[in-house]
């Protein structure tokens, strides 16, 4: 997940193994902003630039694997 702190874009980039997987990214209070899926190569270009700034949680599910973490927008 790059880069964090990010002014509105971040990518993810996942192994090939877990390619083709789901992106949920949440805002502190549980709330989905956003769902898109990976692009078969394994990355995803996540575009926050209308929310607000703050600490957004984004859920990564691969291959039977979720994997979280946090993302600021400044």
Same mark, same amino acid.
């Given at each position: 997940?790059?880069?964090?702190?990010?002014?509105? @874009?971040?990518?993810?980039?996942?192994?090939?193994?877990? #390619?083709?997987?789901? =992106?949920?990214?949440?805002? @502190?209070?549980?709330?989905?902003?956003?769902?898109?899926?990976?692009?078969?190569?394994?990355?995803?270009?996540?575009?926050?630039? #209308?929310?607000?700034?703050?600490?957004?949680? @984004?859920? =990564?599910? #691969?291959?039977?694997?979720?994997?979280?973490?946090? @993302?600021?927008?400044?």
């Amino acid at each position: 997940l790059w880069p964090n702190p990010t002014d509105g @874009v971040f990518n993810i980039t996942l192994n090939e193994r877990l #390619a083709n997987g789901n =992106v949920v990214v949440r805002d @502190v209070s549980g709330r989905t902003i956003l769902e898109t899926k990976m692009n078969e190569d394994g990355t995803a270009s996540i575009n926050l630039s #209308a929310c607000e700034k703050g600490i957004y949680l @984004v859920e =990564v599910s #691969a291959g039977g694997n979720i994997t979280a973490g946090n @993302v600021i927008r400044n």
